[in-house]
């Protein structure tokens, strides 16, 4: 059964950091492509970065401050969260893609699994 697992989320200062991870099971992490999705209160879902065959991509608002990798041992990929800001809080959820062009990374319909989403609070 493929499952996703995400954590790491909390409450942090703005000018924070947070590392939240995404725990994979049922497939080879390597084989497939995980997406970083967050969603706002009030907003809609939306995409944050994605990781695949060694190419990384992120939206322009977390650029220079958000780090995705994986670890293909662990079966894990994580997004490292530096300069938090206060419009970075929502609920981030991982997902894992289907075949997708590099270019509609964003669209949410090529992802078929979803992990159940952690918290993410930027708050003084």
């Known amino acids: 059964e493929v499952q996703l697992q995400a954590s790491g989320g909390g409450l942090v200062q703005p000018g924070g950091s947070l590392r939240l991870s995404c725990a994979a099971s049922g497939f080879a992490l390597d084989d497939y492509g995980i997406g970083w999705f967050r969603q706002a209160p009030g907003k809609e879902r939306e995409g944050v970065s994605f990781i695949n065959v060694g190419r990384k991509f992120y939206a322009d608002s977390v650029k220079g401050r958000f780090t995705i990798s994986r670890d293909n041992a662990k079966n894990t990929v994580y997004l490292q969260m530096n300069s938090l800001k206060p419009e970075d809080t929502a609920v981030y959820y991982c997902?894992?893609?289907?075949?997708?062009?590099?270019?509609?990374?964003?669209?949410?319909?090529?992802?078929?699994?979803w992990g159940q989403g952690t918290l993410v609070t930027v708050s003084s």
């Open positions: 997902a894992r893609a289907s075949r997708l062009p590099f270019s509609l990374w964003r669209s949410q319909p090529y992802y078929n699994y």
